[in-house]
C-alpha cells in the first residue's frame, strides 16, 4: 500500500525566500502529483510528474521527481503572499488507479 | 470551472439522519473518486467507480454507500449520520487507465452534522 509524508507541515516564511517541502512515498508510484488548495476550496493541480528526473516549474513554483529515492520537491523561489496555502503531494499506484496524499504542507508567507 | 460538479456546496443536517451527495465528473472521464477531508483525518479516500462498476474502496465506513450511474454520475450516500462525519466530501474525475490528463477535483461539499 502506498504511502506518501510531506515535510514539513507548517511552514512560515518571509516574502521573498526560498525554501523547499519534501514529499517522500514508500512503493513505486506511478506519477507523482501536487495540488494547492486554499482554505474551504478544491484542490488545484499544479504539476504532474511523470518518470524520474522529471522536472516542471510554472512562475515561482518548481517541483521534481527522484524516483530512485522516491523523493519529490517542491521549490518555492522569492515567496509572495499570495502562495500562502496548503500544499499536498500525492501519488498513485497505478494509472488512474486513485490518488495517496500526503499531509498537505500549510504554507503561510509574511510580509 | 474545473468541469466536475458537486452538488450540493453546503449540507446541514441533524444526527441519524441520511443524505446524498452528487457529482457529474468531466466530460470523457469514466472514473469517479470519493474523498473525505476532515482537520483530523487529511484528505481519506473512500471510493472509486469506473464505468459504472466498483473498482477500488478505502476507508469507507459501511453506513457509506456509492453508486455511479450510466451517464457516469455518481451519488455518494451517508447514513446514520454522526458528528464526526462533518467534512469536506470531494470527487474527483479521470479518464481512468493510461490516465493522461490527470485527477481533475470538484468544489466539494461540506457537509455539517449538528
Known amino acids: 500500500e502506498l504511502k506518501v509524508e510531506q515535510n514539513p507541515l507548517f511552514l512560515s516564511m518571509q516574502e521573498g525566500k526560498n525554501y523547499t517541502i519534501y514529499c517522500n512515498y514508500s512503493t513505486t508510484s506511478d506519477r507523482l502529483y501536487w495540488y494547492r488548495q486554499d482554505p474551504g476550496k478544491s484542490l488545484e493541480s499544479l504539476f504532474v510528474l511523470l518518470s524520474n528526473g522529471a522536472v516542471k516549474q510554472e512562475g515561482r513554483l518548481m517541483a521534481s521527481l527522484d524516483t530512485k529515492a522516491r523523493l519529490s520537491t517542491l521549490h518555492i523561489t522569492a515567496a509572495v503572499h499570495d502562495l500562502s496555502a496548503t500544499y499536498f503531494c500525492a501519488g498513485e499506484e497505478t494509472s488512474g488507479s486513485r490518488l495517496t496524499f500526503g499531509e498537505g504542507t500549510q504554507l503561510t508567507v509574511n510580509p | 470551472d474545473s468541469g466536475v460538479t458537486q452538488t450540493p456546496k453546503h449540507l446541514i443536517t441533524a444526527t441519524g439522519q441520511r443524505v446524498t451527495l452528487r457529482c457529474s465528473p468531466r466530460?470523457?472521464?469514466?472514473?469517479v473518486y470519493w474523498y473525505q477531508q476532515s482537520l483530523d483525518q487529511g484528505l481519506q479516500f473512500l471510493i472509486q467507480y469506473y464505468n459504472g462498476e466498483e473498482r477500488a474502496k478505502g476507508n469507507i465506513l459501511e453506513r457509506f454507500s456509492a453508486q455511479q450511474f450510466p451517464d457516469l454520475h455518481s451519488e455518494l450516500n451517508l447514513s446514520s449520520l454522526e458528528l464526526g462525519d462533518s467534512a469536506l466530501y470531494f470527487c474527483?474525475?479521470?479518464?481512468?487507465?493510461?490516465?493522461?490528463?490527470?485527477?481533475?477535483f470538484g468544489s466539494g461539499t461540506r457537509l455539517t452534522v449538528v
Open positions: 466530460s470523457g472521464d469514466l472514473s
Open positions: 474527483a474525475s479521470s479518464v481512468g487507465a493510461g490516465n493522461v490528463r490527470g485527477y481533475t
